[in-house]
């Protein structure tokens, strides 16, 4: 009888602190399996405070200059700093878009819901780059909600090399990164 109670009581012990496996905060991550057509080179991109961390994606090698996407930057906001949600994100890039080049359009392409965290994926069309004139680019983002964070992809293609192939596969892969 003690036996039982005691293999009783542990089995109550650990389902009461049972714990779900989540990413520990400032350490939940989202991977991205880039085109492996090009050398990619990642570069940490500082920020002002802990809470928001940011990577930048570059073509490098001898193909760099063909290379149609240079630039692919993630951007992970810690929830437990500034709780924000993924719901309002294309809706205000778009406004921020607008105020450059008044002819930005948005796209919705995907966007899921699954356990209360959304993730979104849209392009903004029309736009411009850093050096170019507005209805120079076609901004492609992803925006996810992660268990202790918020995670943004964005991915600038020129108008110039823009094909629906090249629009596809971008979108796959940010379809297909993973929160870790």
Known sequence: MRTITGYTLFVLLLAAFHVNAQPT??????VLTLPAEY???????????????GMSYTVRGKNAQLAPVKTVTTTTIDKRYYPMKAEGSPAEKLEFEKAGC???TLDVIDKKTVDGRTAILYAIKDTK???????TT???????????????????IPTAHFTQELYQLWCDVLLQSRIE
């Open 25 to 30: 905060p400032g350490k939940e991550k989202l």
């Open 39 to 53: 050398r990619w080179k990642d570069k940490t991109i500082p920020k002002d405070t802990k809470g928001i961390r």
């Open 102 to 104: 008044p002819g930005a």
């Open 129 to 135: 780059s850093a050096d170019g004139d507005c209805g």
């Open 138 to 156: 076609v901004l492609l983002t992803y925006v996810a909600e992660g268990p202790t964070a918020l995670h943004t992809v964005e991915v600038a």
